[in-house]
Nanobody, 119 residues
Framework: QVQLVESGGGLVQAGDSLRLSCAAS????????MGWFRQAPGKEREFVAQ????????YYADSVKGRFTASRDNAKNTVYLQMNSLKPEDTAVYYC????????????WGQGTQVTVSS
């Protein structure tokens, strides 16, 4: 059973930073891709970033490129999303997700953590 637990959300002002964490439980993560998604009120869930557990390659949505950084700590089985220069439009519930590298969709999802950026 794969479990993902996010933490680190909160209320910040525009320009501030936050770091989200996603603690992952699984036998082995070497074959997984970890993703970050977000959903703002009244909007569809959108992709934010991904990191390939083995090797650490990352990919970002254009809207966050240069401001957000995904990383992982193998020893802690945890992935992070460092969010800098936050904007009010970054306000959303952020979700951590996981899929095997050969899958096209994310199979496992965390419960989400709220990020609110005030102007």
């Amino acid at each position: 059973q794969v479990q993902l637990v996010e933490s680190g959300g909160g209320l910040v002002q525009a320009g501030d930073s936050l770091r989200l964490s996603c603690a992952a439980s699984a036998r082995t993560w070497s074959d997984y891709v970890m993703g970050w998604f977000r959903q703002a009120p009244g909007k569809e869930r959108e992709f934010v970033a991904q990191i390939i557990w083995s090797g650490g390659s990352t990919y970002y949505a254009d809207s966050v490129k240069g401001r957000f950084t995904a990383s992982r700590d193998n020893a802690k089985n945890t992935v992070y999303l460092q969010m800098n220069s936050l904007k009010p439009e970054d306000t959303a519930v952020y979700y951590c997700a996981a899929r095997v590298r050969t899958a096209s969709t994310y199979n496992y999802w965390g419960q989400g953590t709220q990020v609110t950026v005030s102007s």
